[in-house]
C-alpha cells in the first residue's frame, strides 16, 4: 500500500449525526452550521478544494497516489485490493461528494479554516465524519491506521481545545464514523480557527475518505413534536385545504436566561422568524394551505444571543408538507357501440375513482364496462388521488352508445299503378334504399315509393362505426284494369256486329257494357250487337283493387234506303218529289242525277230536301235519268235511273 494525503474542505450546510458517536461530542441541541464541508455533489470527478484549505494535492485519478486526494460521489474501483467499495457519502447521497485522501508520508496539518462571528460564553461543537478505507481483511499489524487531531485556536494562535481521535479501526465493510470535539469559546472571542491534523504516516495505510465536517453551536437539548414531544413523524396536507397544529416544545438546563423563538423554512429557502411566537407552544392554523415543504423548529438562544444565528440551538425540525393537487385527465368523448366494451382512462394521478351511469363507484384505471348497453350513456366522473392521498377536482367524460344495427321494416304493401306508398325503417341512425327507381329519397327511414313495377327494396342500416343490418320489403304493384271496347263499327240496319273488347290489369272482378240495347250478352267481352240506330257503347272492367276503368264503341246504322224509280211533279200533292226513304241519314252522301246524254242535271251534298224534277227551277221534261249516289261511307255508290212522269 501506497502513503496517502488528506485533505478537507467546509461550507455551510447542517449535519445529520449518526447514532454512533465516537468523540466528545455535543450532548445537547446543535445551531446551524458555521462552517459545514459537504464537498458538493455532481458527477464524478468533483473540483479541487481551495489551497488555502488544504496542502495536498488533487487529482482526477478514481484511485489516488500517496499524498493525493480527490473529489468524487463513489468508490467502487477496489483501489489497491485493499479498499473498501463505497458507494455514496455518508448521507446515502448517490450524488454527494467526499473527499478520498491517499495521506501523505509525513504527519501534518492538512485542513485550517476560520470561524468568524460566534458569540462569547458560548459552546460550540467541532465535527467530522471519517472513513477507514482499508479492509479488515487487508489489514495486519504493520498496517497503519488513520489517526486525526482536532485542534481549535484563537485567531492569536491561543489553543481553546485539542482532540485526538486514536486510531480510526479497520471494518469489515465501510462504515462512517463522527468524531469531533466540543469547547467554550471565551469573553471577547468571536472568532476561532479549527484544524486538523494527520498524526499518522502515510506509505502503508492511513487512507480514509472524509465527509461532512462541521461547526455549530451547541447548547441545551431542545425537543420540539406535534401535540407532543414524542410525536415528530412528518405531517401531510392537501393544496387548498385547512389544518391546525400545536408545536409543543421543551428545553434543558443550560443556559442562564434562554430566549425562545419559533421559525420557520418553506422549501428550503431558509429559516425565518415567526412573529409573536416565543414560547414552547406555537399554535399553528393552516388555511388554504399553498404547495411546498414547510418546516418549524424552536430556536433557543443565551439572552440576547437569540439574535445572532451563529450562537443558537435550536430543535429538530417538524416538517408538514402541503401536497400539489393532482390533475386528473380522462378519456375523449367517446361513442362505443351497444354490447361492446367500453374503456376509460384516466391520467395524472396514483389511484383514480370513477363513477358513472349504470355502474357502481369503482378504484378500476382503465375503467372497463363490458356489454355496454343504454343504461351506461352519459356523464362519467373521475377523481385522481396522488400517492399523497390528495384528491383532484372531478373531471368529466362523455361516453354515447350507439345501438346495436338490427334493421326493422314495415310490411311489404300492395299498391296500384300510379299510387304511391310511404316505405319505413328502423333500428339504426343511417339508411341507404336500393335500387333507388321509383323512391322520392333512398337516404331516408322512411321514403316515398311509387314503383311502375314490383319491386322489392332493401334497406341498408347502420350507425356510427357500430356493423350494418340490411332488410328487403316488396312494394307490390297492381296493374290498374284497362277496358278497351275496340275499333268502331259500322253495320247496315238490319245487320249485327261483334264487339272487340279486351281487358288487362290485375285483379278484375266484373266487367260488362253497358246500354245492352241491341247486345246478345252484354256480360260477355265480345258480345254481338244488332243495334237498330247510331249507338255508343260502354265498356265497363272493374278491379278489386284498383278501381274501374272504361272504354267506348261508336257504332255507326246506316239506314236501309230505298230509291223509287218513279215520281210525277204535277204539283197535285202525290207523289211530286223523289222521296229516298233514309237518305237524310248520310249528310255526306254526294247525291248526282244525269240525262240519257250524260249531262248532269242535278247534284246534292247530303239530301236535306227531294228533289223536284227541276234543273235551274224549269221543270223537266217526261223522261228517264240517270243517278249516282255516293253514300261517303266507303260503301260501294248505288246507281240506277228514275222516270219523271208528268
Known amino acids: 500500500m501506497r ?26 441541541s446543535l445551531g446551524d452550521p458555521v462552517i ?4 458538493g455533489a455532481g458527477s464524478n470527478p468533483g473540483a479541487a478544494l481551495s489551497g488555502s484549505i488544504t496542502n495536498m494535492s488533487y487529482t482526477t485519478d478514481k484511485c489516488p497516489e500517496d499524498g493525493y486526494y480527490t473529489i468524487a460521489n463513489s468508490l467502487v474501483s477496489n483501489c489497491y485490493g485493499t479498499w473498501h467499495n463505497v458507494t455514496s457519502d455518508h448521507t446515502g447521497d448517490p450524488n454527494g461528494y467526499m473527499m478520498i485522501v491517499n495521506a501523505s508520508y509525513q504527519p501534518s496539518i492538512f485542513f485550517t479554516q476560520t470561524a468568524n462571528g460566534l458569540c462569547p460564553n458560548t459552546t460550540y461543537e467541532f465535527s467530522a465524519y471519517i ?52 469547547f467554550t469559546t471565551p469573553a471577547g472571542v468571536t472568532d476561532v480557527v479549527v484544524k486538523m491534523t494527520n498524526n499518522a504516516p502515510g506509505g502503508n495505510g492511513n487512507d480514509l475518505i472524509l465527509d461532512d465536517i462541521a461547526f455549530r453551536a451547541c447548547g441545551p437539548i431542545v425537543q420540539a413534536g406535534f401535540g407532543n414531544l414524542t410525536s415528530t413523524a412528518p405531517q401531510s396536507i392537501c393544496e387548498g385545504s385547512s389544518a391546525s397544529y400545536s ?5 434543558g438546563t443550560g443556559y442562564n436566561n434562554p430566549f425562545l423563538q419559533w421559525q420557520v423554512n418553506k422549501d428550503d429557502a431558509g429559516w425565518t422568524n415567526i412573529p409573536g411566537q416565543t414560547s414552547t407552544t406555537f399554535n399553528l392554523n393552516i388555511s388554504n394551505a399553498q404547495t411546498g415543504i414547510y418546516q418549524y423548529r424552536l430556536a433557543v438562544g443565551e439572552g440576547e444571543n437569540i439574535l445572532s444565528p451563529t450562537c443558537n440551538v435550536s430543535s429538530e425540525p417538524l416538517t408538514i408538507t402541503v401536497n400539489a393537487l393532482p390533475v386528473a385527465q380522462a378519456s375523449a368523448i367517446q361513442t362505443v357501440c351497444e354490447s361492446d366494451v367500453l ?10 375513482t370513477w363513477s358513472g351511469p349504470g355502474i357502481s363507484s369503482t378504484n378500476q384505471n382503465p375503467l372497463v364496462v363490458n356489454n355496454v348497453t343504454f343504461a351506461n350513456a352519459g356523464a362519467y366522473t373521475v377523481v385522481a388521488t396522488s400517492a399523497s392521498g390528495c384528491n383532484s377536482a372531478p373531471v368529466q367524460t362523455m361516453v354515447k352508445v350507439v345501438p346495436k344495427v338490427v334493421a326493422v321494416v314495415g310490411n311489404s304493401p300492395t299498391i296500384c299503378a300510379g299510387e304511391s306508398t310511404r316505405l319505413s325503417a328502423s333500428g339504426g ?31 341498408k342500416v347502420s350507425n356510427d362505426g357500430c356493423y350494418d343490418d340490411t332488410k328487403p320489403v316488396t312494394v307490390t304493384v297492381n296493374q290498374n284494369p284497362v277496358a278497351n271496347a275496340g275499333d268502331n263499327k259500322v253495320i247496315f240496319e238490319g245487320q249485327s256486329v261483334q264487339l272487340n273488347g279486351s281487358i288487362t290489369g290485375d285483379n278484375i272482378t266484373n266487367y260488362y257494357w253497358t246500354p245492352t240495347t241491341g247486345l246478345d250478352n252484354p256480360n ?16 265497363n272492367v272493374i278491379s278489386q283493387t284498383c278501381g274501374t276503368s272504361t272504354s267506348s264503341v261508336f257504332v255507326r246504322v246506316y239506314k236501309k234506303i230505298t230509291i223509287p224509280n218513279a215520281f210525277t211533279p204535277n204539283n197535285d200533292g202525290i207523289n211530286d218529289f223523289w222521296d229516298i226513304d233514309a237518305l237524310i241519314t248520310y249528310p255526306s252522301c254526294l247525291v248526282s242525277v244525269f240525262d240519257r246524254n250524260g249531262q248532269k242535271i242535278y247534284q246534292s251534298i247530303g239530301y236535306p230536301k227531294p228533289w223536284d224534277g ?11 235519268y240517270y243517278y249516282i249516289i255516293d253514300l261517303k261511307n266507303n260503301t260501294p255508290k248505288l246507281s240506277g235511273w228514275v222516270v219523271i212522269i208528268r
Do not use: M
Open 247 to 251: 408545536l409543543q416544545a421543551s428545553v
Open 131 to 182: 472513513l477507514n478505507l482499508i479492509t479488515l481483511a487487508a489489514s495486519n499489524p504493520t498496517v497503519i491506521k488513520p489517526n486525526i487531531t482536532f485542534s481549535v485556536e484563537t485567531s492569536s494562535g491561543q489553543v481553546l481545545k485539542t482532540y485526538n481521535t486514536g486510531d480510526i479501526p479497520f471494518t469489515a465493510s465501510p462504515q462512517w464514523n463522527k468524531y469531533g470535539t466540543y
Open 524 to 539: 260477355s267481352i265480345t258480345p254481338n250487337a244488332s243495334p237498330k240506330d247510331n249507338i255508343t257503347y260502354t265498356f
Open 3 to 28: 502513503p496517502k494525503s488528506f485533505n478537507l474542505f467546509l461550507f455551510f450546510l447542517l449535519i445529520i449525526p449518526t447514532s454512533r458517536t465516537l468523540a466528545q461530542t455535543c450532548s445537547g
Open 343 to 352: 374503456t376509460l382512462t384516466a391520467t395524472g394521478g396514483a389511484s383514480y
Open 36 to 39: 459545514n464541508q459537504t464537498f
Open 429 to 459: 341512425l343511417y339508411y341507404k334504399w336500393t335500387p333507388s327507381d321509383g323512391l322520392d329519397h333512398d337516404d331516408i327511414a322512411n321514403p316515398a315509393a311509387s314503383p311502375a313495377q314490383t319491386t322489392t327494396y332493401t334497406v
Open 614 to 624: 227541276t234543273r235551274g227551277g224549269a221543270p223537266l221534261p217526261t223522261g228517264t
